[in-house]
Nanobody, 122 residues
Framework: QVQLVESGGGLVQAGGSLRLSCAAS???????MGWFRRAPGKEREFVGR????????YYADSVKGRFTISRDGAKNTVYLQMNSLKPEDTAVYYC????????????????WGQGTQVTVSS
C-alpha cells in the first residue's frame, strides 16, 4: 500500500509560481510518479510524470516549459514547480504512483493522493 500526501496548493495571481509536493509513505518500489489535474467540469488531465529509475520527465504540451517535476529520493517526495501560471491552470492537482511503466492515462496509476487546490486569478 502506498499513501500519497500532496501539499503546496493555494491562490496565486497570473504569472506567479507555486510548488506542489507529494510525499509517499511507503518504500514500495514506484516506477513512475505522475501529476494530474481536474478543472471544474472537465475530466482529469495528465500534467507530467517522472520515472524513478532515471528521473526522466515527460510533460503535457499545455505545461511544457512552465512546469517542472523533480524528485528527492531521500525524502521519497516528488515536486511540481509551476511557473508563469495562467488562469486556465486552475484545478485540483493530484499526484499518483504507478508500480509499472505508466502511460498518460490515469488508469495506469495505482495510487492517488487526495488532491490540492490551485487557483490562479487573472
Amino acid at each position: 500500500q502506498v499513501q500519497l500526501v500532496e501539499s503546496g496548493g493555494g491562490l496565486v495571481q497570473a504569472g506567479g509560481s507555486l510548488r506542489l509536493s507529494c510525499a509517499a509513505s511507503s518504500r514500495t518500489f514506484i516506477y513512475d510518479m505522475g501529476w494530474f489535474r481536474r478543472a471544474p467540469g472537465k475530466e482529469r488531465e495528465f500534467v507530467g510524470r517522472i520515472r524513478r529509475s532515471s528521473s526522466a520527465t515527460y510533460y503535457a504540451d499545455s505545461v511544457k516549459g512552465r512546469f517542472t517535476i523533480s524528485r528527492d529520493g531521500a525524502k521519497n517526495t516528488v515536486y511540481l514547480q509551476m511557473n508563469s501560471l495562467k488562469p486556465e491552470d486552475t484545478a485540483v492537482y493530484y499526484c499518483a504512483a504507478a508500480l509499472s511503466p505508466a502511460s498518460l492515462s490515469p488508469a495506469s496509476y495505482n495510487y492517488w493522493g487526495q488532491g490540492t487546490q490551485v487557483t490562479v486569478s487573472s
